[in-house]
């Protein structure tokens, strides 16, 4: 039967209709401020939400929208290759390319757009994409239609892409390399510097995914290559605009010329309509001030320590280092659901995280950081956190044996 | 040169631990369908026999691949 593969999923759903959660798609009625909101009836502090430096309600971006939507209207109703493409869809790709100094820049109407865009489009049959295993389901879905052989490197794992790419003998050179900068869904950062050298030795291609590190890391905030120094080994450079820059949306930028040719070749580019003149306002804006304000950088990583310590001193299994995602595994299905409820009753909303979203079999709850959280609000999360334990829903499995 | 029977071999000693269902495996039998792997322990499964065999298998073979003679084929093909 057609819906029989959706059986699992129904069973799921059932499961937390029972235990009377809606962790999934939960309803924000009203937003607060960049880090508080009511979802589903309870006043939160919003720490699962990718709003890296707080500004999706920025007042200079909010009155830059605004001005756009009276002047441009609502939608743009077209694609960039037909009526779509405006004067601000032009100065956002000559910003985001200036911003990352590279000449090449392309302007997607999502991240997802972009990366899936470009991993479907720069290889094709008779290439070969090797690709971290826990990359974003937008890497997998475009690499999928790329029509090119797909090999899966082991996470973050140098040594096991340079011997994959020995395997390839001759082919190596042609071949398209794929990492992110930070990792969604554990925080954890890509080893650049060892994956560019690998790419270096088989003078391979390079495409990293700076949807989680654009703004967060790097000197001018321009993500893991940049924080890596390895920023001229890398060929393609993509990311999203709904996440440090608060808005909507993705690009790719390149060194290289050609990429003015590949964007009439991504279908993901063409068969959509462009972003909306008020987004379009609103991400120039943003990219304006994550350039010429660094104390959000440095405001957002003061916040992630504070959080990271805090759940560690709890004896919470968190990742290695600090990051501005922090996640918590839990091998216990219906516990982790129970605690994701339990935060909600205390006044914290964080991601209720299952596979294949996460990267094992394992749940998570994933707690992500702002520049705008004040320290009060990190330290109600680790409050909320305690009590959690207190009360008994957290246990042993979550507690770090050390 | 590895043969294709060497290939079945390894593949029925690697899936004895993810058999939860004890299946009697043989060459018709369904990854999916029979022994019920999930999507994340296809690519345990998968990453087991590239280590072994010191090979890549590419991803976009894995569609046309449902039963163990059909993967053991595919990855002989692959290396010949």
Request: charged content about 20%; hydrophobic content about 40%; overall charge negative.
């Amino acid at each position: 039967m057609l819906f029989d593969k959706f059986q699992a999923m129904a069973d799921f759903r059932a499961e937390l209709a029972e235990q009377d959660v809606a962790p999934f798609g939960a309803v924000t009625e009203k937003i607060l401020s960049a880090t508080e909101g009511i979802v589903q009836g309870h006043k939160v502090i919003l720490a699962g939400t990718n709003n890296y430096l707080g500004l999706s309600y920025d007042a200079r971006c909010i009155a830059k929208a605004q001005e756009a939507a009276q002047l441009w209207g609502t939608g743009t109703t077209g694609s960039r290759l037909a009526n779509g493409s405006f004067e601000g869809h032009q100065a956002l790709e000559d910003e985001i390319a200036a911003f990352y100094g590279v000449n090449h820049a392309i302007a997607f109407s999502t991240g997802y757009a972009a990366t899936m865009g470009m991993c479907a489009t720069l290889a094709g049959p008779g290439d070969v994409i090797l690709l971290d295993a826990d990359s974003h389901s937008s890497i997998y879905s475009g690499v999928k239609l790329s029509g090119a052989d797909i090999i899966r490197f082991k996470h973050s794992n140098p040594d096991d892409l340079a011997k994959r790419l020995r395997r390839l003998g001759d082919r190596a050179g042609q071949a398209l390399i794929i990492a992110e900068g930070i990792y969604s869904m554990l925080g954890d950062v890509a080893p650049l510097q060892e994956i560019a050298a690998v790419k270096r030795e088989y003078g391979s291609y390079l495409l990293v995914d700076e949807a989680h590190s654009m703004g967060v890391l790097g000197d001018s905030g321009r993500g893991a290559a940049q924080a890596a120094g390895v920023e001229s080994d890398v060929d393609f450079i993509v990311g999203t605009f709904s996440k440090s820059l608060g808005s909507v949306g993705g690009f790719c930028v390149s060194p290289h010329a050609e990429l003015e040719h590949i964007r009439f070749c991504i279908n993901a580019y063409i068969f959509t309509a462009s972003s909306s003149p008020s987004v379009v306002a609103s991400t120039r804006e943003a990219l304006r001030i994550i350039s010429s304000e660094p104390e959000l950088r440095t405001q957002l990583w003061q916040n992630s320590n504070r959080l990271y310590d805090g759940l560690k001193s709890l004896g919470l299994k968190v990742g290695p280092s600090a990051s501005p995602v922090i996640a918590i595994e839990f091998e216990d299905h219906a516990k982790t659901i129970a605690c994701w409820q339990g935060l909600m009753d205390r006044g914290v909303y964080v991601n209720l995280v299952v596979p294949p979203a996460s990267p094992s079999s394992n749940f998570l709850l994933r707690n992500s950081v702002s520049a705008a959280h004040t320290p009060q609000q990190i330290d109600t999360i680790i409050a909320a956190y305690a009590s959690l334990k207190d009360s008994g829903m957290l246990t042993s499995a979550e507690y770090d044996a050390a | 040169m590895v043969d294709y029977q060497e290939y079945l071999a390894f593949i029925y000693s690697a899936l004895e631990s993810l058999n939860k269902k004890k299946v009697v495996l043989s060459e018709d039998t369904e990854l999916v369908g029979d022994i019920g792997l999930s999507s994340l322990e296809v690519m345990e499964f998968i990453e087991k026999i590239e280590d072994h065999f010191d090979i890549s298998i590419p991803l976009n073979i894995l569609p046309d691949v449902s039963t163990i003679g059909e993967l053991a084929k595919k990855i002989h093909q692959l290396n010949l």
